[in-house]
């Protein structure tokens, strides 16, 4: 089984000697300088026009979150009230542009163009897709997604089946090999212990609630597979514990993707008629004022959050304990297909 691996074992080698470990004992600098690219005139002058349009088109701090999930920009020190709301309800990985917003655009593009099996389509949205990555400052769950999806996409186009897992596992580690830092990047692993999350659990959770079919089921699933993963992140590093973070992503992320898009369309159509961009204001303004307002709501209940801060060793334990049930879970999923078939 091993030698179909053989590319990834290599890369697993190779990344452990790139790798500076003396980090984790001592302070490592994880501020990553973005190529030379990420800085051009063109790009500079356009996420300034972005910064301009916003700010004089909605109030604070619906500006701030439009800013976050359409441009990357994090400006939520000017509004510490809400910040610190989104922090409280757990929503705070929200108002940045991250794997899932990236996924969207490149869908969206596909959606417009027709068949993602042609390859003009899969070339023109791979170019929008990296041009919306550079704009948005080309962070590392960006620049993860981005070489997540275009390793899928392509072999979609040429027919052939890809393993998520593997997909993850190998795109996080060509990232690791290329700049070693990324490692040490707290929003590089939020993104990837998300991402791992929902691959790993959504399908189980799924099995375990004999396919749900209410109202936001599938938000409701996708929010507790990427949050059995991060918590502990967050709880090391933040010293906080959302209770309710669950409950309000299930109830307010659908409204991300539909201002992600919304918001996108809102900043293409402003450089070319300020009529149709004021007409596009008007959904858009609703979304963030139900994403702001349901923030501020669920951040009154004292109770729904706690300060709590796990150590080294509890986080070590509680992902080996995940691993162990995830064996087991798969074994016995082996055996009743087994005992299926014989059966049959």
Partial sequence: ML?????LILLIIFSIYRIDFNCFIK???TDIEMPSFVNLYAFEYIREKCVLFIDKSFPSPHSELLLGMTVGLDKLKNVPSFKTALKNTGTIHVVVVS?????????SVLKLLGSRYKLKNVLIAQCMTFVYSVLTGFEPPVIRALVMGSIISWGKYYGRGMDTLLVLVTSALIMIIIQPMYFFNLSFRLSFMATLGLILFSNI?????HNPSFVLAEDFIAGLSAQLLVWPIISYYFG?????SL???TLILWTVSFTTIFGSLFLLVTFFSPFISSIAMIPLYVLLDIFVNSVFFFNKFSWGYLNFQVSGLYLFLYYLVLVILLVKINISSKKLANLQKVKV
């Fill in 99 to 107: 794997g899932f917003n990236i996924s969207l655009v490149f869908d």
């Fill in 247 to 249: 409950l309000v992503n």
């Fill in 27 to 29: 302070e490592c600098p």
């Fill in 3 to 7: 030698r179909h691996y053989w590319f």
């Fill in 240 to 244: 906080t514990v959302s209770l309710i």
């Fill in 205 to 209: 959770i799924t099995k375990l609630l």
